[in-house]
C-alpha cells in the first residue's frame, strides 16, 4: 500500500515546532514534503479571541474536526482544501488547495488532542522546552514578527497557562519522542549558542540500537549519554547530546542511526552535506548544532522506517 508519511510535531507556541519542521523537510528534500499548520484551523481570529476572551490553545477555538477530517484525507493520498490563518495580520485568507507529497508534516498545538488525529499519524514528536526558554523565544518571535510588545507577550503567556497546563501539555503522553532542547545552565542568555537535547524514547516505535553508545562513551561525564527514566509515569529511554560533543562522538551516534538506511548515509556526511543541523529559525537566524543534526536525523529516520513499511 503506497500513501504519504505522516510526522506530527506538538508543542506550545515558540516551543520550535517551526524550526524542527524545516530542518527534517531540509533532510528530506522540501519537495518531497507538505507542511501544514494547524493554527491554519482556529475558529476565530486575533479580534474575535480577544473579544471572546479565549486562548489559541483552548480546543474551542479551533475546528478540531475539520483537522481531523484534513488528516484523515491526507494519510489516505487525498487533496484538502486548507483554511489559511495569517500570523501577521492576525486574520483569515483565502483558503488553499493541497495535494499531499511523499511526506507530510503536521505542527501545531492541539494535533494528538483527539483520538482519531492522534491515529493519522506514523510518528508523533513533542517538543518541550523549559517554560523559561520557551517565554524567551516566544517574545522574540512574536515582537519581531507578530506585530506584539514584550509586555503584551508576557501578559498572553500568563492569560495562556491554564490552557497550557490543562490542553497542551497533556499531550506529550501519545508522543513517540519528546525533544527537549535545554541551556547547559540555569542562565538561558548564556549559551554560548550551544543548547543541549534531551530525547525521551518511548518504546511506541522501534528505536535505532543505541544501547552500543554505552561502548564508547562513558555514561556519566560524556556529551552523549544514554539512560533509562520515567516519563508521565511510563518507561522510557533518554538520549541526551551535549551543545559540546566533539564531531568525533557525534559522528558514532549518528552512525548508530544511519548505518542501516542507505539514504541517510549521504545525509550523514558532513562533506556531501555541510548543512546538517542547520536551520534559519523563524525569526530569520541560522541555528545549527549537533543536538539539531542527532533531532532531525533520529526523526528522520523513523519517517523513512514507515516508508518501508506503506510506500
Ligand atoms: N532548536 C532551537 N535552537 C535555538 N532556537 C530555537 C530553536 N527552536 C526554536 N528556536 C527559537 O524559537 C523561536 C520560536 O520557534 P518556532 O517559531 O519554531 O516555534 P513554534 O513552536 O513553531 O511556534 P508557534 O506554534 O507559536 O508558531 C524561533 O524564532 C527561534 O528563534
Ligand atoms: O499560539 C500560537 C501558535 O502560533 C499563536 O499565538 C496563535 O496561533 C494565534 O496567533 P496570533 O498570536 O498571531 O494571533
Not at 30 to 45: L, Q
Not at 277 to 285: H, I, L, S, W, Y
Request: glycine letters at 6%; proline letters at 6%.
Amino acid at each position: 500500500m503506497s500513501r504519504p508519511i505522516i510526522l506530527g510535531i506538538v508543542g506550545d507556541s515558540a516551543a520550535g515546532k517551526t524550526t524542527l519542521t524545516r530542518g527534517i523537510a531540509q533532510v528530506l528534500g522540501p519537495e518531497n514534503v507538505t507542511i501544514i499548520c494547524t493554527d491554519d484551523y482556529h475558529k476565530y481570529d486575533r479580534k474575535q479571541r480577544a473579544e471572546i476572551g479565549i486562548t489559541a490553545l483552548h480546543p474551542d477555538c479551533n475546528y478540531l474536526d475539520i483537522m481531523q477530517q484534513h488528516l484523515s484525507l491526507l494519510r489516505t493520498g487525498q487533496p484538502i482544501l486548507k483554511p489559511v490563518y495569517s500570523h501577521k495580520t492576525g486574520t483569515f485568507e483565502a483558503p488553499v488547495y493541497i495535494k499531499p507529497n511523499k511526506f507530510v508534516i503536521i505542527e501545531g498545538l492541539l494535533g494528538y488532542s483527539t483520538r482519531t488525529a492522534r491515529d493519522c499519524y506514523d510518528v508523533k514528536v513533542y517538543l518541550a522546552p523549559p517554560e523559561s526558554l520557551r517565554a524567551s523565544w516566544k517574545v522574540k518571535r512574536d515582537t519581531q514578527k507578530r506585530g506584539y510588545t514584550e509586555e503584551q507577550v508576557l501578559a498572553e503567556l500568563e492569560k495562556r497557562e491554564p490552557d497550557s497546563e490543562q490542553f497542551i501539555r497533556p499531550q506529550r503522553q501519545w508522543s513517540d519522542i519528546v525533544v527537549s532542547f535545554y541551556p547547559p545552565s540555569d542562565d538561558i542568555n548564556n549559551t554560548n549558542g550551544h543548547l543541549n537535547v534531551r530525547l525521551v524514547l518511548r518504546p511506541t516505535i522501534p528505536h535505532p540500537d543505541f544501547t552500543k553508545i554505552l561502548d564508547f562513551c562513558d555514561n556519566t561525564v560524556s556529551a552523549i549519554r544514554l539512560g533509562l527514566d520515567r516519563d508521565m509515569g511510563k518507561p522510557v529511554d533518554v538520549l541526551e547530546v551535549d551543545g559540546h560533543a566533539t564531531l568525533e562522538q557525534v559522528n558514532k551516534l549518528e552512525h548508530l542511526i544511519c548505518s542501516d538506511m542507505p539514504y541517510l548515509k549521504n545525509v550523514c556526511n558532513r562533506e556531501v552535506n555541510p548543512e546538517l543541523g542547520k536551520v534559519a529559525g523563524t525569526t530569520g537566524e541560522t541555528i545549527q548544532s549537533y543536538p539539531l543534526a542527532i533531532t532531525q536525523l533520529l526523526t528522520t529516520y523513523h519517517i523513512l522506517k514507515a516508508t518501508q513499511i506503506y510506500q
